[in-house]
């Protein structure tokens, strides 16, 4: 399975007044126990999922699913590590007609006021919108909520992935993992073109293993 970036790593939309303070989006990086290759390669500056990291890619598409208050941004599975950019939102996130264009739902949305944010996702056509709860609350939810999303990814992941290794009960994946906030728009590019760039930087990356 070939990643096509234009499939899998969507540029963001971009909104004036976008309040990335309220939007809570982080930027997540997880890597395999030793940094080991378990989930393909990269051919030609491009990522090649093997069985493993079908999976992986599987169980992270899926995480929107399962929480109606997330949504899943750019991101990519590496060899032996897993970037993405996830949004968590205050209330559950609200479904936009199939057939709405992307540039009238961006102006649509307008300014974005201090009591709510609503943005779109050109992933899945999707609409966010934000409470005015008091920051703090959001933020320690919020965390709390990262930490069980990524506990549950790793457990359903390396459940699945070492059955096919036959080596049940043993860690795929190292105890922590890496969380970043992103709290502007040209932070989010950066993180995004990152991630979009990955395979074509492989070896130049920290967690390149020959």
Known sequence: MNYNPEIHH??????????????????????????????????KGKMVLNEHGTIA??????????YPNVVLR???????????????THSPVETIHESSNISQQV???????ESSLQTTNNTNNRTIRESSEP???????????LSKIVGRYKMKTAKEIN??????GVPLWQSRFHDHI????????????YIINNPKNWKEDKFYIA
């Open 163 to 168: 059955i096919i290794r036959h080596i049940e």
């Open 57 to 66: 890619n599987s169980y992270l598409s899926e995480i929107p699913k399962q």
């Open 10 to 43: 969507r540029r963001s939309i971009r909104l004036k007044g976008y309040d990335y303070s309220k939007a809570g989006v982080y930027f997540i990086t997880l890597c395999t126990k030793n940094r080991l290759c378990l989930f393909g390669e990269i051919a």
């Open 107 to 113: 102006q649509s949305v307008g300014m974005i006021h």
């Open 135 to 145: 920051l703090p609350l959001r933020d320690q939810r919020r965390k709390m909520l």
């Open 74 to 88: 750019e991101h990519i599975i590496m060899p032996n590590h897993v970037h993405a950019i996830i949004i968590i």
């Open 182 to 193: 992103i709290r502007n728009e040209k932070s989010y590019q950066t993180i995004a073109d």
